[in-house]
């Protein structure tokens, strides 16, 4: 199946590729950043379906190809990038008389191109409609899949999103702070105004093997369910599973949170496109939008007196995350908020005993991103046997608390192998410092821990996501007795 993300199918410039091999790379670029720049003669030259696809028709899959093309914004800065070469080359090499098209033409229309990107940046977002299950399935482990069928959704489910535009990377970028206030962060913090590879994949999955995530939702029960999104973003995993509710007739309260004020905006839009505002509209199954600040929470767990003040129905069945580490302070800080928000165990009630928490994450291959999959297992070491509070002060990470909770944030520009070293070192004195407050906060032996319960691996999707995510990784967390744990 031929790409179609600009990295992969654009001709290299300095080959002189033909007339003809630009005038479908122009077409396609303009199809994906600029569709109003095209005469009608030109949007002949845009590749078909049926050529693109020549094995396996479908309409559905270029679609959502072409829309995972768009919001990237690696491929969108390569594509930007290669034209702005071509347009500096000047086809010195494309003869009129032989191909039929003048140079001159080609760079015109490689000139309207990038004046049009540039419009649509300022108009604003993008509307992109899922449909899950997706066509082509994504493979989970085969004992998974054998244990877990005959749960699948039965009728496709149908999600509206749109995809904002990032906020403009300076000091007026938006943060939500718990006043409600506008605070100066990067505007990378804000990457969950768009859906991300990981969301849509866990999503198919969520919907053709429900009880993999938690036992109740495999058949229909009258008992409510609580299910919160941490760092939703858009909200589509969130949706998904109150989508999925609503066809068991399971009633349900789902909370999608997030921390970045521009992103809550938007994902409030998004719940209001797919839901409404009546739970009995919805087959009893609310769906709200609230914010939540991770590192809050782990400052309220390291005071030791968050865990006694939570009552029993602040608590959620089921938590789910989706592409949401993007620092290594993010796992520790997602831990002391999954052991405030997930439901725990009691001997009264031993059905607790199935809350979950899911984190899927993509295994990024290079670049500042790399190997930060391994910060979710440190975070979730047994906490038993440790000492005394040691100080962070003598934490070498980049700023810790200047990245947010919530949605991605940058980490430092340093070498791959500083990286690990620094991380190493931040998380072994953060876990320490965490154990020993787990004492302080009335922790006994016999508390049950938080601990990975079940790791498992998804393939990449072609098509789906970044370029330069290898894989997903899928942690399944739950309560666990320490001796267990450890």
Known sequence: MRQVNPTSCLPRINQEPTADDLMRALAHLADLYSPRSLTTREKTWIVSVEERYPDAIDTAQYSDALDSVRVDENEKRYAMSWLTRLIGSGLYWVDAEAEGVTADELVDLAGRILGGHASIEEAGAITREFIFPLAAPVRVPDIDASAHQGASASDPITITLRDDPLPPSDKHSEASTTSGAGASQDAAAAVGVQTWGAAIVVSDVLVRYPTLFHSALGTPTETPLRIAELGAGTGLLGMVAARL???????????????????????????????????????????????????????????????????????????????????PEHAHWIRSTIEKLLRKPSPDRPDEASARAHIIMAVRASGKFEGLFKTVDEAFQPRSGFGSVPSLSGSSSATPLDTLPGTPALVSETSAVDVHKTNSKHSDLLRSRMGALSHQAGFSQASPELAIVTRRRLDKRANVGRNDEQEYLWFEIGWTSPMLAA
Not at 248 to 277: C, I, M, W
Not at 298 to 312: E, F, L, T
């Open 245 to 327: 509710l609503q066809q068991r007739g399971t009633p349900a309260e789902v909370v999608l949170t997030d921390y970045h004020l521009q992103v809550l905006k938007n994902l409030e839009h998004n719940v209001q496109e797919n839901f409404s505002l009546s739970s009995d509209a919805n087959g009893g199954v609310s769906v709200d939008v609230e914010h939540l600040d991770w590192l809050e929470v782990h400052r309220s767990m390291q005071q030791g007196h968050a865990q006694v003040d939570d009552a029993d129905a602040d608590k959620y069945d089921l938590l789910l995350l989706a592409d949401v580490i993007y620092a």
